[in-house]
């Protein structure tokens, strides 16, 4: 997974992956019972044709093996996505990661299943973008479809707008998408706005929640809490695909919006007791977006990775020893010492009432007056 690598510079460095996995690792999480660990295999043209025009993966795989030629039209060779050699493989496996874990579910060999280095979710039909190639979070909604599953239920936390898996989705029925992200007013890509609800054969389908900047962490989990399970039990979906960028974090130096590793696992629980509720448990996560690479990202995702395979790891349990010796030694930096950023994490519940005068609750009430009476829920109440 670590040759998916734009370069020392880039913020999508590999340490992201390589300081999760250890830091799972000395968890113990990949040694739990039941836990299976599998290689990923590189996905076929086939596969990626799923959710990828075919033209666009002869580019990639063009770009690849020649990366001095870059195509900027469909993204490839740009300041965010910069052509390296074996790009079309590096790429491709990522997704062939999430089908695995789309196939695992599918066939109930699991319940739930996590590849923390997918979530690539700017990768659109046609063109790279946001540090993406191709959309593996897309590619396993499209598996879990071709697979029989009815309706799909994808969540998106990252700080940015989940743009690509929408587009790719936007006039399917059978998938809901839901993003949670810093306004596109103030943050890339620009886009997700409350009235953005879908194509006309799918009207509903998309829902978004525009945040505005410097959102902490009780305003966010209200947010989550005031949209998405009500949306998510309207839909009744049989398996929830989840993207779990942490780059919402207030550590995070390419976002504004202010939460902690906490409210990121507190979320993922969510996300997780939703799928209990509604979909017997089944669950697809990936990672995503997150740019602290030594502060952050590691820890997000081990507790993502804690959730998704048994027992959340303690939210106040220190880091592993080794851990910390590794990150110091490997990158020359203190790692942190405890899983958690030591922060409250009450939220005020959406039942509580409505206020007119708060950002974050404009917000919210934008995308329930957009989308909840598309699903017969009052924006209001509901």
């Not at 993966?57 to 900027?72: F, H, K, L, N, Q």
């Amino acid at each position: 997974m670590t040759a998916y690598n734009f370069g020392e510079q880039h913020p999508m460095h590999p340490s992201r992956l390589d300081l999760t996995a250890r830091l799972a690792t000395e968890l113990g999480l990949f040694a739990r019972d039941g836990v299976q660990r599998l290689a990923p295999h590189v996905a076929s043209d086939a596969e990626l044709a799923t959710v990828h025009d075919p033209e666009y993966i002869d580019a990639v795989r063009r770009v690849s093996d020649d990366p001095s030629v870059p195509d900027e039209t469909r993204g490839l060779g740009t300041t965010d996505d910069p052509a390296f050699a074996g790009m079309h493989d590096a790429s491709a496996r990522i997704v062939g990661g999430s089908l695995q874990a789309a196939d695992a579910v599918a066939d109930g060999t699991v319940t739930r299943a996590v590849n923390f280095a997918g979530g690539m979710h700017h990768a659109a039909r046609h063109r790279a973008s946001g540090f993406c190639i191709y959309n593996d979070a897309a590619a396993a909604v499209a598996r879990l479809l071709d697979r029989g599953v009815s309706r799909v239920l994808y969540v998106d936390v990252d700080a940015h707008h989940g743009d690509g898996t929408e587009s790719i989705f936007w006039d399917e029925p059978r998938v809901m998408t839901i993003s949670l992200h810093e306004t596109g007013l103030a943050l890339f890509p620009g886009t997700g706005f409350a009235n953005d609800i879908g194509g006309p054969d799918a009207q509903g389908s998309a829902v978004n929640v525009a945040l505005p900047p410097t959102t902490g962490d009780g305003a966010w989990l209200r947010a989550f809490h005031a949209v998405v399970p009500q949306l998510a039990r309207a839909f009744a979906p049989e398996v929830i695909v989840s993207q779990h960028g942490c780059d919402s974090h207030f550590q995070d130096p390419l976002t504004d919006l202010r939460t902690s590793v906490d409210a990121q696992r507190q979320v993922a629980l969510d996300i997780r007791d939703l799928a209990t509720d509604l979909c017997e448990g089944r669950w697809l996560a990936t990672g995503g977006g997150g740019y602290s690479t030594t502060a952050v990202v590691p820890r997000a995702w081990a507790h993502l990775v804690g959730i998704v395979t048994g027992e959340p790891v303690p939210v106040q349990a220190p880091t592993p020893r080794a851990w910390q010796e590794y990150v110091l030694e490997r990158y020359g930096k203190e790692a942190p010492l405890w899983m958690t950023d030591d922060v409250d994490l009450w939220w005020r519940s959406w039942e509580v009432g409505y206020d007119p005068n708060d950002d974050v609750d404009r917000a919210v009430m934008a995308t329930r007056k957009e989308l909840f009476p598309l699903h017969g829920l009052d924006p209001w109440f509901d």
